[in-house]
Every structure is written in C-alpha cells, then in structure tokens.
C-alpha cells in the first residue's frame, strides 16, 4: 500500500491544471518579450498598413482621401519597389555588421585566453580548474 | 487603376519586408544586444576562474562560489528572462533577511579579499545595473501604457454617456417645447 502511494504521489504533483491566472501570466510574459525585443514597433506599424490596406482596397477610388490616394500614387511608381528592398537590405546590412563586430571581438577574447591557458598550464603558472560550473544555457 | 498589379505587388512587397525587418531584429539586432552582455559575463567568469587557477583564491571559498554562482544566474537571465518569474523570486525573497544577511557578508569579504576580486565585482554589478535598469525602464513603459489605455477607455466610455445623457435632454426639452407650442396654437 505504501508503495502505490509514493508512485502516485509524483503524478498529482506533475497533473496540475492551468487556469485563467496561468494564461494571463502567459501573456503578460509574452507581451513583454515583445516589446523588450523591440518588435513591438513594427508588429504595430505592421497591423496599421494591413488596416489601411483593408480600408483602401474596400473604400471607392472616388472616396478615397488625398492622403490615402498619395499612398497609391507612391505604391504604384515601379521606384517605391526598389526603394522598399533597399531599406531592407540596409537594415539586414547593418544587423549583420554589428553581429560579426561583436562576434569577432569575442572570438579574439577566446583565442587571446585560450593561448595564455595553455601557456600558462604548460609553465605551471595555471594549475587545472578543479570544479566547473556552468550556467546550463545555449546561445 | 490603372496600375493595381503594380500597387498590390508593391503592398506585398512592403510588408514582406517589414516581417523580414522584424525577423532581422529578433535574430541578428536583438541577438547582439544580448550577446555583448554575455560575452561581457563570459569574460568576467573566465577572469575568475583564472584567478582561482592561479591559486589567487580558493575554489571552495564562499566569495567563489558567490561570484561564479551571481554571474551564471545573470548569464541565464540575459538569454530567458521572463517577469513574472522575476516577479516571483522579488516576492518570495522580499523577507529573506537571512539570506540578505549571508550576502551582505560575502560581499563585504570580496571587497577586503583583493583587488582583483573587487574589480570583477564592481564590473559584475555594472552589467547587473545595465540590465535591469533596461528592464525595469521597460517594465514601467508597459505598465504606464497599459494604465493609459484603461484611463482613456474610462474616459471614452464616460464622455460617451455625458453625450448621451446630453443628447437625450436635449430631445426631451425640444419635444417639451414643440408640446408646449402646440398647445399654444390650440389655445
């Protein structure tokens, strides 16, 4: 008898159910992921052209405001396409800069320790690490 | 229109490159960001471990095993942080004076233990600050906004009533006069 209860003991344990608290929490992290990783801005600029493609699309051309018939005069000049790609490849450009800056700094930092590691075990300035201990995350 | 094949390629293209933007900055600029502050840890842990190889400090000593401990926590929040698990460690360990106690000691003791050791403290506290200054600068924006928009719908919801209740009387009052000139015409 004591054994079936240690074995069910666990299970209760692990069949907890979630509950509104635990989908509030859920979104609330997920939400401040989105703005900590900054996409907030653009999943907001993202929405308000869908929005205002929507409008135009089910809006008559006769209706249509100055404003929103610019944005068609600028969509349908064969430039605006380059120009979109452009400021794509630019904002990737530089992403990918900036990352290869950093990773090669810290790629220099590894090679510098490794070669004073190995020097310096080879002299017996270094004795070998006793414990180690990770933070048990990947990049 | 003339040119809608034209207008709707561009439309899409503007917003395939508005989600490549997006993907660019989750993967590459948000990355990085991240990542300078890891390798700045990582330096900081690599530091240690190489006092502690030169017999400088001991591998069991409690402000070892501290720092090491403080800065693979830190590691881990820079990648997965979450608030409301952060929120709960506040809450769960807002009392703990023993705790609190047995830290304000060990800090101390790496202050008086070697220059060395302080110097990583010190760099190990100014990262800390960065991040959670960033967070908490954050956290206040969402909160902030969150309370704007549940004034403004308040605010919304309240002046829509006042317009209603105003409309209201205003109808009222105009069937009252158009009554009251009514019965006049009769009299």
Redesign the interface.
Known sequence: MAKKKNKTSPQKKNTKSTNGWDFLIKVADLTYNLVNSGNIIGAGFLGFIVWVLLITFKMPPDALGPIVSFCIDVLSNMKAGYFILGSGLVVSLFANLNMYKTYKTEIKRLTDQRKMLIHGLQTGLLSEIETHMSCNTDI | ???LD??I???I???L??????Y???N?????RI??Q??KL??LR?EL??L????EID?HSKEYQFL??S???L??IT??????DFLKYLISNYDNKKTQEKVKKIKKSIKTHSDELNKIWIEYYKVMNAIMER?LR??L??IISIAGILVSIKLCTKFANWALDTSQKIQSSAKTIKELSEMKVAA
């Not at chain 2, 490159?17 to 997006?22: E, M």
């Not at chain 2, 502690?52 to 017999?55: I, V």
């Not at chain 2, 990648?79 to 409301?84: A, I, P, R, V």
């Open positions: 229109m003339e040119n034209l207008i390629f561009n439309s293209l503007l917003l490159t508005l989600w490549f933007a997006l660019v900055n989750r590459f600029i948000y990355k990085t990542n300078t890891r390798f990582f330096a690599d471990t190489i502690a190889m030169k017999g591998y090491l401990k800065l693979n926590s590691i881990k990648g997965d942080f979450q608030m409301s967070h954050i956290f924006m969402l």
